[in-house]
């Protein structure tokens, strides 16, 4: 079976780039996913759910789209250089 990697192409931040801060967050650890591990079930089935560190491709590229879409809803200059800095837990 083939492996799609999507996300996996190196994302660059903006040059002088505008942070979003997001002092509250509506998460819990005690609510994160608890099938983390990549286990292949009778059917050759998978799913799980890996955590990726901040600095990973896929994490930056999320962080940027979500801080987009938040610039351009609430209207602020130079959405494309919006980045969201880290994600409270």
């Known amino acids: 079976m083939s492996t799609r990697r999507v996300a996996d192409s190196q ?25 983390t591990q990549r286990i292949v079930d009778s059917s050759g089935e998978v799913n799980f759910q890996e955590v990726v560190p901040l600095e990973d491709g896929r994490a930056m590229r999320w962080r940027l789209g979500v801080a987009q879409a938040v610039a351009k809803k609430m209207e602020l200059p130079g959405m494309c250089f919006r980045m969201i800095s880290s994600i409270s837990s």
Not at 17 to 35: C, I, K, Q, V, Y
């Open 11 to 35: 994302v660059k931040i903006p040059a002088n780039p505008h942070f979003l801060d997001f002092p509250r967050s509506d998460g819990s650890a005690e609510t994160w996913p608890t099938n």
